[in-house]
């Protein structure tokens, strides 16, 4: 089993920035990518961010592409969404997801594990 829990969320004003970070544990994740999804209110679950811990690639969704950065601690126990030029449409509840394999992938249904969420909340 793996246990994600996610932190960092927020109000912030348009324009600001947010760093979401997620602690997983339960086991190695050298072999697994770790993914950001976003769901707003009444609108369906989408793919933000991912990003392989073996080598680093990432993976980006267009509408946050430029803005969003994924990275990882070295210790492969934290990854992090850092949220910069945020805008109103960005609200949502962020949430961390971990998939068995080395690609980072968009699909959330390939993703085996998740975590509760975090509020970000962009006022105009």
């Known amino acids: 089993q793996v246990q994600l829990v996610e932190s960092g969320g927020g109000l912030v004003q348009a324009g600001g920035s947010l760093r979401l970070s997620c602690a997983a544990s339960g086991r190695t994740l050298s072999s697994y990518t770790m993914g950001w999804f976003r769901q707003a209110p009444g609108k369906e679950r989408e793919f933000a961010a991912a990003i392989s811990w073996s080598g680093g690639s990432t993976y980006y969704a267009d509408s946050v592409k430029g803005r969003f950065t994924i990275s990882t601690d070295n210790a492969r126990t934290r990854v992090y969404l850092q949220l910069n030029s945020l805008k109103p449409e960005d609200t949502a509840v962020y949430y961390c997801?971990?998939?068995?394999?080395?690609?980072?992938?968009?699909?959330?249904?390939?993703?085996?594990?998740w975590g509760q969420g975090t509020q970000v909340t962009v006022s105009s």
């Open positions: 997801a971990a998939r068995r394999g080395l690609r980072a992938v968009p699909e959330g249904h390939k993703y085996d594990y």
